[in-house]
């Protein structure tokens, strides 16, 4: 199970942290992964973290602003968010992939979380 936390309202260069809090099976095994979607729009693929050794990767849209990162023993991945703009709100899910690789390929990922919405006012 994987439950997001931490979304909100924040103006436009504002921060948010976001979580993912994971239970049923340890993130030592697992690639985590953030995803958005924002009415209207297809669903994007942000960041992932491979839960043994933090390999990460990212969207060309938010690289250089976020910063995924993970800690084992809470088995919760993090998702810093700085700079945010008016084009990142959307609703962002956490899912989780079992194995060792990065892909934010959506069709990769088994277990999803409910999502958590940010919303950037200009």
């Known amino acids: 199970q994987l439950e997001e936390s931490g979304g909100g309202l924040v103006e436009s260069g504002g921060s948010l942290r976001l979580s993912c809090k994971i239970s049923?099976?340890?993130?030592?095994?697992?690639?985590i992964a953030w995803f958005r979607q924002a009415p209207g729009k297809e669903r994007e693929g942000v960041s992932c973290?491979?839960?043994?050794?933090?390999?990460?990767e990212y969207a060309e849209s938010v690289e250089g602003r976020f910063t995924i990162s993970r800690d084992n023993r809470a088995n919760t991945v993090y998702l810093q968010m700085n700079n945010l703009k008016s084009d990142d709100t959307a609703t962002y899910y956490c899912?989780?992939?079992?194995?060792?690789?990065?892909?934010?390929?959506?069709?990769?990922?088994?277990?999803w979380g409910q999502g958590t919405q940010v919303t950037v006012s200009s």
């Open positions: 899912a989780a992939l079992l194995g060792v690789i990065t892909t934010l390929e959506a069709d990769e990922y088994n277990d």
């Open positions: 049923g099976f340890s993130l030592d095994y697992h690639t």
């Open positions: 973290i491979v839960g043994n050794d933090g390999q990460t």
